[in-house]
């Protein structure tokens, strides 16, 4: 992305058994690496061992999986960042402990918000932990039938 002259990058994140956060789209590893299985059920030494494979063809590469501190140190300083938790919001606090050092104005957090508790769930984690960021919420229309209903709560 650095390379052709993107101003953004959006990086999905996952977590592993062993608690590392991976850089990752799906919540499996079948589509997008040539290993089987979802990545909350592997172990980060499992999943680096998987390589990632070219979309459509299947084809392999010989790109592993990153680690979004990894990612944070290929482009830090050099582009926007948009972090998408493909997690719980319990997530958000441990996501911005990596994120810390990073520059605020270069870094744009995203979580799955889609009711009124889980946005003020992720309000009060980005209180608590003081962190200055541009966030995100993901609102679901599934969830969220009357925008009244999101409004009386935020």
Known sequence: AVGIGA????????????????????????????????????????????HLVIEGTGEETAEVVPTLEEAFKAIDGRILMNVDIKLGVEELANVMRIAADRRADQLVIK??????????AAR???QAI???????PILDDRKITKLADLAEKT
């Open 7 to 50: 101003e953004m990058v959006e990086l999905d994140v996952q977590k592993t058994s062993d608690g590392a956060y991976v850089i990752l789209h799906d919540k499996t590893l079948d589509r997008t690496t040539t290993c089987r299985g979802t990545v909350a059920e592997t172990t980060l030494d499992a999943v680096r061992a998987c």
């Open 111 to 120: 979580n799955g918000t889609g009711t009124p508790d889980e946005i003020e």
């Open 124 to 126: 009060a984690t980005l």
């Open 130 to 136: 003081g962190a200055p960021v541009l966030f995100m």
